[in-house]
């Protein structure tokens, strides 16, 4: 990868609390203009690599540039150039939602003159605008999101860091808050770490799967797919399984695997190319056909 193109440079970086080691020689490159998703079971690792690079939480070694920028040197410059929603906002509870804005843009120098504009532009986007004037204490969780991610916004960051933007939070908010991130492709450099794989799929450019505290598989959300066992994975129920020659089955050139389960046989194949065949050989045992496209969920569950 070209050097020029990377924002965020992650090398050999380890961090372990008592005995547990969190992170474990972590090497990632994020590209710049890039929506990267980072997926991984509970406790891979994922939260603790996002406050490294936040500068939130020192590394036991290894380095991570921000903009070529060292998290050991540069972190009041790093901290300016990144916005961070963490997994459960910090937010202070009494303040009005527009004032505690305008408290983190004073913060991060945010001009005098372009403050107000900045965090009526903000709210409007967020879609909190009539609720700018209410208390953060009066917030549900989703509108507490939807604060977090302008407080996040407000320095107008290069990069910009989602922990779990959408936990909790119910489909049409998920909506809202994702739609919100695909609008920041392209425009800004944003990781994302999540555990709904249908958002990962939609919203991503790359996905990384972490587990205990390591890459185990790096790749748009198309070629991770692809390598799941089989591309298409046809499902027959049938009467009585004994009763099916899977030796046919087996034999055809784009059938990977065969294996049954209860009384649904699960066919995994290349091509779509010998379908009708398969479904030949089952004739009138089967009662039921599916054929199911593998999604994220597949690749996590084969990674991890
Ligand atoms: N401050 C801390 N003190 C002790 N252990 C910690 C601390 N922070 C993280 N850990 C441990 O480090 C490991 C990685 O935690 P981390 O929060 O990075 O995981 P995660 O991938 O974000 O998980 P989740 O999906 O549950 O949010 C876990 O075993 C966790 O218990
Ligand atoms: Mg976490």
Same mark, same amino acid.
Do not use: W
């Given at each position: 990868m070209n050097s020029d193109n990377v924002m965020v440079k992650i090398d050999s970086l380890s961090k372990s609390f008592g005995h547990i080691k969190a992170l474990d020689n972590l090497n990632l490159d994020?590209?710049?203009?890039?929506?990267?998703? $980072?997926?991984?079971?509970?406790?891979?690792?994922?939260?603790?690599?996002?406050?490294? $690079?936040?500068? $939130?939480?020192?590394?036991?070694?290894?380095?991570?540039?921000?903009?070529?920028? !060292?998290?050991?040197?540069?972190?009041?410059?790093?901290?300016?150039?990144i916005g961070y929603l963490p997994e459960e906002p910090n937010l202070y509870e009494r303040f009005k939602a527009r004032d505690l804005l305008k408290y983190f843009g004073e913060l991060y120098g945010v001009p005098k003159n372009q403050i107000d504009h900045r965090i009526d532009e903000l709210l409007e986007l967020v879609g909190m605008s009539k609720r700018a004037d209410d208390r953060i204490n009066t917030f549900s969780k989703g509108l507490r999101q939807r604060i977090g991610i302008a407080r996040a916004l407000i320095h107008d960051p290069e990069?910009?860091?989602?922990?779990?933007?959408?936990?909790?939070?119910?489909?049409?908010?998920?909506?809202?808050?994702r739609n919100f991130i695909k609008g920041l492709k392209g425009d800004k450099t944003v990781i994302l770490c999540t555990h709904y794989?249908?958002?990962?799929?939609?919203?991503?450019? /790359?996905?990384?799967?972490?587990?205990?505290? /390591?890459?185990?598989? @790096?790749?748009?959300?198309?070629?991770?797919?692809?390598?799941?066992?089989?591309?298409?994975?046809?499902?027959? /129920?049938?009467?009585?399984?004994?009763? @099916?020659?899977?030796? /046919?089955?087996?034999?055809?050139?784009?059938?990977?695997?065969?294996?049954?389960?209860?009384?649904?046989?699960? @066919? !995994?194949?290349?091509?779509?190319?010998?379908?009708?065949?398969?479904?030949?050989?089952?004739? !009138?045992?089967?009662?039921?056909?599916?054929?199911?496209?593998?999604?994220?969920?597949?690749?996590?569950?084969?990674?991890?």
């Amino acid at each position: 990868m070209n050097s020029d193109n990377v924002m965020v440079k992650i090398d050999s970086l380890s961090k372990s609390f008592g005995h547990i080691k969190a992170l474990d020689n972590l090497n990632l490159d994020i590209k710049k203009g890039e929506l990267l998703g $980072i997926i991984g079971p509970n406790g891979a690792g994922k939260t603790t690599a996002i406050r490294i $690079i936040c500068c $939130i939480l020192q590394p036991n070694s290894g380095e991570v540039t921000v903009g070529g920028y !060292s998290i050991h040197h540069d972190q009041i410059k790093i901290k300016s150039m990144i916005g961070y929603l963490p997994e459960e906002p910090n937010l202070y509870e009494r303040f009005k939602a527009r004032d505690l804005l305008k408290y983190f843009g004073e913060l991060y120098g945010v001009p005098k003159n372009q403050i107000d504009h900045r965090i009526d532009e903000l709210l409007e986007l967020v879609g909190m605008s009539k609720r700018a004037d209410d208390r953060i204490n009066t917030f549900s969780k989703g509108l507490r999101q939807r604060i977090g991610i302008a407080r996040a916004l407000i320095h107008d960051p290069e990069i910009i860091i989602f922990d779990e933007p959408t936990m909790g939070l119910d489909p049409a908010t998920s909506r809202t808050i994702r739609n919100f991130i695909k609008g920041l492709k392209g425009d800004k450099t944003v990781i994302l770490c999540t555990h709904y794989m249908d958002e990962a799929d939609l919203l991503c450019d /790359r996905v990384a799967i972490l587990n205990q505290g /390591r890459i185990r598989d @790096i790749g748009t959300p198309k070629s991770l797919k692809e390598q799941v066992h089989g591309d298409i994975i046809l499902k027959v /129920r049938v009467y009585e399984p004994q009763k @099916i020659d899977t030796h /046919r089955i087996t034999v055809l050139d784009s059938v990977e695997a065969v294996s049954l389960e209860g009384n649904e046989f699960l @066919i !995994s194949l290349h091509t779509r190319e010998d379908i009708s065949n398969i479904i030949d050989v089952f004739g !009138s045992q089967a009662y039921s056909v599916n054929t199911k496209e593998p999604t994220l969920d597949d690749v996590f569950i084969q990674s991890v």
